[in-house]
């Protein structure tokens, strides 16, 4: 056992680094995905849309069909966080650990099929695929995934609000789920691991155990994370296996062990290597975005002459995923020709994702009105859409806003003043401009209109000058 233990530290020690330093990437491979098959439903597949997306599913997709799924074991938080609940639950609440809810996942061997349960993950995908992907429902409910992101950044705390969600009340059902079994939602819900599932058939790093020199005992299958049955298998190779070695580790004779040598430190290095160029490549993609974006600005500020921004630059403020998030517009010749986050406290990972299809957007449209958010990104893209069209409202505010007030002013000062003249005598006057007056107390008349206050009705900045109002009054009862 204190082999086992001493073996397991290297993959502690990743499992904490990647929670640290990249919580979001297994959300974020998913949210690719649906991108770019969303986009050959709509039958609008171009490099600019996807290649985003490209960059980001490079991060794991190829490292899975070469080498297995090390992410899912060694880098997926929130399988690290399902590792640690199980290991609590084991420690703390041995009580709830009934002797058939650990294998309730495994197969059968009597029936010599698998338990059903196994194949809830590919029906999540599926539901994914054929209706939310394909724009047959509109999605816009936060996930369990989007909530835990909310809460796995150091030094952020959203308070409780998203708990009270959809999303909020799926993620404590997987955490209890995951005190009880083991990679509960890796096993039987996770729509990013049915993929890998699928594509990780031929992986070259394989777990082989001879029948010939098994025993009875079963220990293999008794410990595997994901709950394979191994007792009638000569090798494992991907699909469900997830690289963990935990069958290896529990294994009394030495019988189960990796193909070749060092295959852990293979697998986890390839897939280091996937995800920092694939994190590489996006940060890059995100720092052309800016100037590509410009140059197609500049093009249409010569066919759009009339544009209804003012020159200059402008910030505005949005809620984001993680807090408020402010952009920099800046105008010029009345287009929009760039745009910069000034403060956000959103991750980086985020951030980038969003930014890269957002602000080429705006940038074409010149608008950000009907702008669709990112896949992925959902929270951190309306918080830039609403900061942009808040800063856009201010580039165009000096004139807009002016009409407006002017208008509203116009209205509430017509509507008031009728009410002022229904209220009192002053009927039947005859359209005209009158003037009216009277003495100061020395006899004299005023000199300016600051002597009319005691004698005028001054509304809105209009005079309504009594004496006047009467003696139109007076004429008009006159006229034949």
Avoid at 255 to 260: G, R
Avoid at 370 to 377: N, R
């Amino acid at each position: 056992m204190k082999k086992q233990d001493k073996r397991n530290w290297p993959k502690a020690v990743i499992q904490i680094l990647s929670f640290l330093l990249i919580p979001g990437l297994f959300e974020a491979q998913f949210s690719a995905v649906g991108t770019i098959i969303s986009a050959v439903y709509q039958g609008t597949v171009s490099w600019e849309r996807i290649r985003y997306s490209v960059w980001m599913v490079l991060a794991t997709v190829p490292a899975v069909i070469i080498v297995g799924r090390f992410f899912c074991g060694y880098f997926c938080s929130f399988g690290a966080v399902q590792d640690f609940l199980w290991f609590a639950g084991n420690k703390l609440k041995k009580r709830f650990r009934k002797a058939g809810a650990k294998n309730l996942h495994s197969n059968s061997k009597k029936s010599g099929r698998n338990v059903p349960t196994g194949w809830i993950k590919y029906g999540v995908l599926l539901f994914w695929a054929v209706f939310v992907w394909s724009g047959m429902i509109k999605w816009n409910i936060a996930g369990p995934w989007q909530v835990f992101g909310q809460y796995s950044s150091i030094g952020h705390w959203p308070g409780v609000k998203p708990m009270f969600s959809i999303g909020g009340a799926l993620i404590l059902v997987i955490f209890v789920g995951s005190v009880l079994i083991q990679r509960f939602f890796c096993r039987y819900l996770c729509p990013m691991g049915a993929i890998y599932s699928l594509i990780s058939r031929c992986t070259l790093l394989k777990i082989v155990k001879p029948r010939s020199k098994c025993g009875n005992c079963h220990l293999c299958t008794a410990k595997c994370t994901m709950g394979i049955d191994l007792t009638e298998k000569e090798q494992t190779a991907g699909g469900e296996c997830i690289g963990c070695g935990v069958c290896i580790n529990g294994c009394l004779k030495n019988n189960a062990h990796w193909k070749y040598r060092y295959s852990v430190w293979i697998g986890v290095g390839v897939t280091c290597l996937t995800i920092a160029a694939s994190q590489f490549l996006i940060r890059s993609e995100s720092g052309s975005v800016g100037k590509t974006a410009g140059d197609a600005a500049i093009d249409t500020a010569e066919q759009n002459l009339d544009s209804r921004f003012q020159d200059g630059t402008y910030s505005g403020s949005g809620e984001g995923y993680r807090g408020t998030v402010t952009v920099s517009v800046k105008v010029e010749q009345g287009t929009i020709t760039g745009l910069t986050i000034e403060n956000a406290e959103d991750d980086q990972t985020y951030l980038d994702r969003a930014k890269s299809g957002i602000f080429s957007e705006i940038m074409k449209k010149q608008s950000a009105e009907e702008i669709d958010t990112v896949s992925g990104a959902t929270y951190s893209s309306k918080g830039l859409i609403e900061a942009t069209q808040n800063a856009l409202k201010e580039a165009a505010g000096d004139e807009n806003t002016v009409q407006e007030n002017t208008a509203s002013e116009s209205t509430d000062t017509t509507e008031e003043k009728q009410a002022f003249l229904d209220a009192g005598r002053f009927h039947d006057l005859k359209d005209g401009i009158c003037t009216g007056c009277r003495s100061a107390g020395n006899g004299r008349k005023p000199e300016s209109d600051r002597h009319l206050h005691p004698f005028l009705l001054r509304h809105r900045g209009i005079l309504f000058p009594c004496s006047a109002l009467r003696d139109r009054a007076d004429e008009r009862r006159t006229e034949p």
